[in-house]
């Protein structure tokens, strides 16, 4: 019937790149595939060459199709017919009057689409179910969240066979111990626990100011190591995140005492942490506590003191995900919300200092996912 407004769902991408594509078909693949959604039907277009594991590994309900199947099924004319001869075919089909799609679908079929009469829109949270969790998603993260744990307890086991020379350098099986050294054990111990820790920190010293600083080179002793794992579980795609700051040798008292006001920030924050609680005001409660201690974030002149990032964020499919505890988000956290709680304080003089949970919202409060002890000294 003319003039009713049909509005589908497509997604166009690699699954292992496009976290809502696989949450919304069930499994990983390299390839860049088709999935789409109008009302109750759901399917993908995916080469025949991962056909069957598609048929035997995707989300229950979907409609599995080649593309020759998909060219027939909705009448394609075109002999060779692209990506884009496909997805108008279906909107025909179907009587899509607009397509809902991701803020990072490809830009170039986008174009193309609109070139030839489609209409699309572009929404910023295309699968808002993501960030409320199932009891199985929940496990994932909990075993995401032991690989990372894995790789800490790694690092914990190297730095305590570790000695200190005459230089002061953290020296380990005969050599100066470095940063690389050390993220690759780790990353090597996710990896025989079935995950894969890409971009892990191993910030020493005073390269620990720096947030997302990975680490480079050899490390002191006596001072701040930031490590910060956050794994991808090979057979589910859910990550892990968490980071402890580990100190070979004696912390000097002004780390110590940063150490003590971070701890204290991230446990009031997880005492707060429940259904119905404003994400903002978890990020508040963290910035007064610096503050209560004589913490205070100044930005410039010169590279920014304090604490300048946001306390935590959603964790899922995707390292980062909604929701974030900011001073944007005021909305509600809710039962099922997996978020991490990182507080930290960095000051370019003598480092960095960040703690980090994950943590599941729960009606009454919220069940820490992280089993890791948090102390600063390895002697």
């Given amino acids: 019937m003319s003039g ?14 496009c976290a809502d594509l696989w949450y919304e078909a069930g499994f990983p693949t390299t390839d860049e595939f088709l999935w789409y959604a109008v009302g109750e039907q759901r399917g993908i277009v995916i080469n025949v060459m991962e ?7 995707c989300r229950s309900g979907l409609d599995v199709l080649t593309p ?3 060219a027939a099924r909705w009448g394609v004319v075109e002999e060779r017919p692209g990506i884009s001869d496909l997805i108008v075919a279906l909107t025909r089909h179907c009587g899509v009057t607009t397509w809902q799609v991701p803020a990072n679908f490809p830009f170039a ?4 689409l609109l070139d030839k009469g489609l209409v699309l829109a572009s929404v910023p949270h295309f699968c808002p179910s993501r960030a409320v969790k199932t009891a199985q998603e929940i496990e994932w993260l909990r075993e995401g969240v032991q690989l990372a744990e894995a790789g800490l307890r790694r690092a914990e086991q190297v730095l305590r066979e570790s000695v200190i020379d005459a230089a002061g350098m953290v020296c380990w099986q005969g050599a100066v111990l470095t940063a690389e050294l050390l993220r690759g054990e780790i990353n090597a111990e996710v990896a025989r626990h079935g995950g894969t820790a890409s971009h892990t920190i191993t910030a020493p010293g005073t390269q620990g100011a720096s947030p997302h600083c990975e680490g ?7 001072a701040p190591i930031v490590l910060d794992i956050f794994p991808r579980c090979d057979r589910t795609g859910y990550y892990g995140d968490l980071t402890r700051t580990l100190v070979k040798g ?10 003590a006001s971070v701890q204290r920030a991230q446990r009031e924050a997880l005492a707060m942490l429940a259904a119905g609680v404003i994400a903002k005001a978890v990020h508040e409660r ?8 004589g913490y205070v974030t100044v930005f410039e002149p010169g590279p920014a003191r304090g604490f300048f990032h946001s306390t935590g964020h959603g964790v899922g499919l995707d390292i980062h995900e909604y929701p974030g505890l900011n001073l944007r988000n005021d909305a509600p956290l809710v039962t099922g919300n997996v978020v991490t709680i990182e507080p930290g304080l960095y000051y370019p003089e003598w480092g960095g200092i960040r703690i980090e949970d994950v ?3 729960t009606d009454a409060g919220a069940e820490n996912l992280t089993t890791a002890p948090v102390y600063l000294e390895i002697p």
């Fill in 109 to 112: 079929l986008a174009k193309i």
């Fill in 4 to 17: 009713v407004e049909v509005t589908g769902r497509l997604l166009y991408a690699s699954s292992e790149a």
């Fill in 359 to 361: 943590a599941v919202i």
């Fill in 51 to 57: 056909l069957a594991r598609a048929q035997a590994e």
């Fill in 68 to 70: 020759r199947e998909a």
């Fill in 286 to 293: 963290v910035e007064a506590v610096f503050a209560e201690d």
């Fill in 250 to 259: 004696r912390a000097p008292d002004c780390v110590r005492r940063a150490f």
């Fill in 216 to 222: 480079s080179g050899p490390i002191a002793a006596n």
